[in-house]
């Protein structure tokens, strides 16, 4: 293909500037293999990052491919106005995946798209507006979604956000109560609590939060409440065991729908279970998926129960690309992968394997503040010191990071002050390939403790 050179010049001259890129000198990737990525050179790179949260089953995984190749050769799109076997198939093996009553799916093509029309749905089920969302959530990008986003690097000089309103985040560890037992992981913050067995004290203040801005900031009804099983994009932040769920009663009590947004944690990521939200032991009552659903082709979707998807149907609602032929086979094709792969297997066991050797450099560096997580949905916060909990400089951090990256390691960032490391790669990884992730970033620790002295 062209030169790097000239690569960056395209970049420069039409391709938008908002679309920015990772590390000082950006990657120029030409090939993708299961866990690993391929440099423009031929050098090899450990993808701890799957294109943000997308490939969950591996790049180019030989069964996806294979499936998308057949069905290029066959139909590529008629849109919803005829039948065609692979919607219905699909249809029906995912939601074979869900807890009744979450039997119906509208395809759609992207996660925003899946949690605007989620929003939509939400409001026109309980005639109802008010939607809640907890601060530092991703959301979505579009007009309507940006209201339920809560973070303040993707909010734009314009109005958004009507009738949508935020409230305190539940995050143990930089947030005003934590402790030790509170969070569904194998790794707990450093943070101590006086809690007995079965009580959790920070659970029982975040509600109290919660409660108050049910009780000052909406109406006395709402339209919804929408929340990641994880945080994502704030760097998997984990709220306290059994918030969601008196979160959602308090919703439902005032006529709300429950909304699971599992862009990031579904499809066995977590480990113990397919979807994140039955890590807290609840039912939404609709769930937007997307990025893992497709291994990076663009589909997304939003599972309902009938009576709420009945609501929808009042009037025209139409999607174009949603549900093609191709989209859906890819779909299945996943589906397929993770249960004869074992990935959810996979992601629990190599997921706790890692997370215990990154808990290992943290009780090592004073500049590793938080090790979180599940499965393979992991966090890694840095700080200025265990004791403050202040982040440590994003220049400091992206020095760490450009390192991992130039020793053969991609890894994401997040956070409100970009202080956190994002560790979510394809779930086919391996305790081996972990050993060596954990080998490169305990060096890049090193080098900066050498630079800092």
């Keep these: 293909s062209y030169p790097y050179e000239r690569m960056q010049k395209i970049r420069e001259q039409n391709i938008v500037p908002s679309l920015r890129m990772y590390y000082k000198k950006p990657l120029l990737l030409h090939q993708g293999h299961m866990q690993w990525l391929f440099d423009y050179e031929g050098r090899?790179?450990?993808d701890l990052f799957a294109g943000i949260v997308t490939v969950s089953v591996g790049h180019c995984h030989p069964k996806v491919t294979m499936a998308t190749q057949k069905q290029l050769a066959?139909?590529?799109?008629?849109?919803n106005i005829y039948m065609h076997p692979s919607i219905?198939?699909?249809?029906?093996?995912?939601?074979?995946l869900f807890p009744d009553p979450l039997?119906?799916?509208y395809l759609t093509n992207s996660g925003s798209e899946a949690n605007d029309l989620a929003m939509f749905m939400a409001r026109l089920h309980t005639r109802n507006f008010d939607i809640i969302s907890l601060r530092g959530a991703y959301h979505g990008g579009s007009p309507y979604t940006l209201g339920l986003t809560s973070l303040g690097s993707y909010k734009h000089g314009v109005a958004?956000?009507?009738g949508c309103t935020t409230t305190m985040l539940p995050d143990v560890f930089r947030g005003p109560w934590g402790g030790s037992h509170c969070r569904d992981s194998p790794v707990q913050t450093v943070r101590k609590c006086s809690c007995p067995e079965g009580v959790c004290h920070a659970k029982d203040q975040y509600i109290e939060q919660f409660k108050d801005t049910l009780n000052t900031s909406v109406p006395k009804t709402v339209a919804g409440f929408i929340a990641e099983p994880i945080q994502g994009v704030n760097g998997a932040v984990q709220y306290p065991r059994n918030f969601l769920k008196e979160a959602y009663r308090l919703i439902r009590e005032r006529g709300g729908i429950c909304i699971a947004d599992e862009v990031q944690t579904g499809f066995g990521r977590t480990g113990s279970h397919f979807w994140g939200f039955q890590t807290h032991d609840v039912v939404p009552d609709m769930v937007t998926l997307a990025k893992g659903i497709g291994n990076g082709f663009p589909m997304a979707a939003v599972v309902t129960t009938k009576e709420i998807a009945d609501s929808l149907a009042q009037n025209l609602h139409f999607n174009t690309f949603g549900g093609?032929?191709?989209a859906c086979v890819v779909g299945a094709a996943v589906l397929d992968a993770i249960e004869e792969d074992g990935l959810q297997k996979n992601s629990e066991d190599v997921g706790t394997y890692m997370l215990l050797e990154l808990a290992k450099i943290r009780d090592e560096f004073e500049i590793v503040g938080d090790v979180r997580g599940k499965g393979l949905m992991i966090g890694v916060e840095m700080v200025t010191d265990k004791d403050s909990r202040c982040p440590l400089p994003a220049e400091e951090v992206g020095q760490i990071w450009e390192d991992c990256k130039d020793m053969g390691v991609l890894i994401g960032r997040g956070g409100l002050y970009n202080q956190?490391?994002?560790?979510?790669?394809?779930?086919?990884?391996?305790?081996?390939?972990?050993?060596?992730a954990v080998e490169v970033f305990r060096t890049a620790l090193q080098r900066h403790m050498e630079r800092a002295a």
């Excluded at 219905?88 to 074979?96: G, I, P, V």
């Excluded at 956190?420 to 391996?430: A, H, Q, W």
Aim: charged share 25%; net charge positive; glycine share 2%.
């Design 420 to 436: 956190t490391l994002r560790i979510k790669p394809p779930m086919c990884i391996t305790k081996k390939d972990v050993d060596f």
């Design 74 to 79: 066959r139909l590529w799109h008629t849109t």
């Design 324 to 326: 093609s032929p191709l």
């Design 44 to 46: 090899r790179y450990l």
């Design 88 to 96: 219905h198939e699909y249809a029906e093996k995912l939601t074979s």
């Design 160 to 162: 958004n956000g009507f």
């Design 103 to 105: 039997k119906v799916v």
